[in-house]
């Protein structure tokens, strides 16, 4: 899930955060809003980074499958 400005100003410009989100808290909240717990996503590696609790509208949250990667290719020499 990517979390920008539309979910909440924390979120806005460079501070954009890749959230694998793992659970949704039942506590109440503001409406429209709600506490995402999971973990920050290096968008390059894919990476678990840290473990979060965010606070989020949830309007502005963008459930995207996999957040891009970029691919390292290695090459193998087979029998080396």
Same mark, same amino acid.
């Given at each position: 899930? !990517? !979390?920008?400005?539309?979910?909440? &100003? ?6 954009? !955060? ?15 809003? &709600? ?13 678990? !980074? ?20 970029? &691919? ?7 029998? &080396?």
């Amino acid at each position: 899930m !990517l !979390l920008d400005r539309r979910a909440s &100003v924390q979120f806005g410009g460079d501070r954009a !955060l890749w959230l694998r989100v793992s659970a949704i808290s039942d506590r109440p909240t503001y409406d429209g809003w &709600v506490w995402l717990t999971g973990y920050a996503i290096n968008p390059a590696t894919g990476e678990a !980074l840290a473990r979060r609790e965010v606070f989020a509208q949830i309007a502005g949250l963008q459930i995207i499958p996999n957040p891009p990667t970029t &691919v390292r290719r290695t090459t193998r020499r087979r029998g &080396v």
